[in-house]
C-alpha cells in the first residue's frame, strides 16, 4: 500500500524530482516566483515528466499550513513501511570494507533528525538506524531540514534496537556510545575501523539496553559553561571527527 505525502521546501523538492523522480506526481508552485532557484526546479520537474500547478501563496500554505515551503510543496507517493528494512543491514554493511553507521537512540524531534540526516550525508555515513518507535520518522519536516539527505542517506528503523546492535557487533562492527559521563574523550578513540556511533535522545541521552550494548564510551569535552550540545550539533562533531581520523 501507499500514501500520498507532501513535501516542501526548495531542496528537499528538487531532490525528489532529481534523484528520485517517479514517487512526485504534482508540484505546486508560488506563481510569483520566477527567479533561477524556481527555474531550476521548474526544469527538473519537465524532465521528470511531474505535472506542475502555478498557484498563489496562499494556496501552498492552504497544502502545508505553517510551514515554511519557501513557495513550492511536491506530492510524493510513499511507500508504506521503510525503504530499507533491518533484514537488509547485513548486506549494506558487508558492502564496504569499514562501514560508518549513525545510530539516532530515540530522537524525536523532527528537526534534529532532519539535521542528523543533512551531517550524515556529508560525512559520508552508509546509513543511520533509528528505532520504529518513540521515535521521529521521515516526516515532510525532517525532510526539508534534511535538504535532500533524506533521499540519498539508507534511513532504517528497526523494531529492537538493542538487538539490531548485538547483530551489528556479531557482524564486526564496534558499536560506540556517546555519554557525558563517559571516561574517554572522543579524540582519544580510535575511529578508523568499521563503527556505528551512537547517539542519544535529546535530554535523556542512549537508553539503559542501549548503552549495554556499546563497546565503548566516549564524551566530548565541554570547554565552556553549558553541559550539552544539541544532538544534532554533537552528532556532527563525532562523525567528522571519524572523517579526520580517516583522511589522516
Excluded at 498563489?56 to 505553517?66: N, S, T
Excluded at 550524515?120 to 539527505?149: C, E, F, H, Q, Y
Aim: net charge neutral; aromatic share 2%; with cysteine.
Amino acid at each position: 500500500m501507499s500514501e500520498p505525502q507532501f513535501l516542501f521546501g526548495l531542496h528537499a523538492v528538487l531532490a525528489a524530482l532529481t534523484r528520485k523522480p517517479t514517487p512526485v506526481t504534482t508540484l505546486w508552485v508560488d506563481a510569483g516566483r520566477k527567479d533561477a532557484r524556481m527555474r531550476e526546479i521548474l526544469d527538473a520537474a519537465r524532465k521528470a515528466g511531474v505535472t506542475v500547478e502555478r498557484v498563489d501563496a496562499q494556496a501552498l500554505e492552504r497544502l502545508c499550513p505553517g510551514a515554511r515551503h519557501q513557495g513550492v510543496v511536491a506530492e510524493r507517493i510513499q511507500e508504506a513501511g521503510p525503504e530499507i528494512t533491518e533484514a537488509d543491514l547485513p548486506n549494506l554493511v558487508g558492502r564496504v570494507a569499514s562501514p560508518l553507521l549513525l545510530v539516532l537512540d530515540g530522537v524525536t524531534d523532527p528537526h534534529n533528525l532532519g539535521a542528523c540526516l543533512r551531517t550524515a550525508d556529508a560525512a559520508g555515513v552508509d546509513a543511520v538506524i533509528v528505532p520504529r518507535d518513540r521515535a521521529a520518522g521521515l516526516t515532510p519536516v525532517a525532510r526539508k531540514v534534511a535538504s535532500g539527505a533524506a533521499e540519498v542517506v539508507p534511513f532504517v528503523q528497526v523494531t529492537n534496537l538493542a538487538r539490531t546492535l548485538d547483530q551489528l557487533k556479531q557482524a564486526g562492527v564496534w558499536i560506540i556510545g556517546t555519554s557525558g559521563d563517559a571516561p574517554q574523550t572522543l579524540y582519544q578513540a580510535d575511529l578508523k575501523g568499521p563503527i556505528a556511533i551512537v547517539m542519544g535522545a535529546e535530554g535523556q541521552g542512549m537508553r539503559r539496553l542501549t548503552r549495554e550494548r556499546c563497546d565503548l564510551l566516549v564524551n566530548i569535552p565541554m570547554q565552556g559553561s553549558v553541559s550539552s550540545l544539541n544532538v544534532s550539533v554533537a552528532t556532527g562533531v563525532c562523525l567528522f571527527e571519524v572523517v579526520r581520523q580517516r583522511l589522516s
